[in-house]
């Protein structure tokens, strides 16, 4: 495996999410190689935490956008809030093998009127989870690390 990924995965435990032991993560992997997320669940698992592993596709995530209904995303959104809930720390890894996969899929807004829920529950986990201001390092000021 690629050591980048173990460094990676340690800085995202350590330095991210700063997870503690008994902790619940929920780690979101869409289209990303299984390495990563092999790493972050041993590097999760070292800090005596607990992983939760959601895979996604873009290819099947697109095909049920195509055939899906109202109802379906918005049953879809009540239980994955609720799992939402149970998590102590959520860590996403996008990649992308077609970044244009959805790009075909309705944009109405009835289509995506079910879709908005789920960004202001990101935003709310978000900060529920930041970082201590000390630990935060602007960009700009890591050179020479």
């Not at 902790?23 to 190689?33: G, N, Q």
């Not at 997320?37 to 956008?65: D, K, M, N, W, Y």
């Not at 939402?84 to 899929?105: H, P, Q, W």
């Amino acid at each position: 495996m690629d050591p980048r990924y173990h460094k990676l995965a340690s800085n995202l435990v350590s330095h991210s999410v700063n997870l503690s032991a008994g902790e619940k993560v929920l780690i979101h992997a869409f289209d990303v190689p299984e390495e990563i997320t092999l790493a972050l669940v041993r590097a999760v698992r070292q800090r005596q935490a607990h992983p939760f592993v959601q895979l996604q596709s873009g290819r099947i995530e697109r095909e049920c956008l195509l055939g899906g209904k109202i109802e379906q995303f918005e049953a879809s959104l009540k239980w994955e809030l609720e799992r939402m809930k149970e998590m102590d720390a959520y860590i996403a890894l996008r990649g992308s093998s077609n970044v244009f996969e959805t790009s075909s899929c309705g944009t109405s807004s009835a289509d995506m009127s079910a879709a908005r829920p789920c960004r202001d529950r990101t935003s709310t986990l978000e900060k529920r989870h930041q970082p201590p201001a000390s630990t935060c390092v602007p960009c700009s000021s890591t050179k020479g690390r």
